[in-house]
């Protein structure tokens, strides 16, 4: 899929979850929806669980 078919989509359930659910299901759909492409990029990445918890244990000191 291209990159601005996945944004129509995108765009299209932000729509729908405001209009039948209100703000606050737009709310929640954008949150999931940036959560889900964090976590898509992360794993495209090459990414690990031992990452995760090194960054949140530099973090810590």
Do not use: Y
Not at 12 to 21: D, E, P, Q, S, T
Not at 34 to 53: D, K, M, P, Q, T
């Amino acid at each position: 899929m291209s990159t601005p078919f996945v944004g129509m989509i995108a765009g299209m359930a932000l729509a729908f979850a405001g209009w039948f659910g209100g703000f606050g299901a737009f709310l929640l759909v954008a949150a999931l929806g940036a959560l889900g492409w964090a976590a898509g990029r992360w794993a495209e990445g090459g990414g690990s669980v031992r990452g995760i918890r090194d960054a949140f244990e530099r973090k810590r000191r």
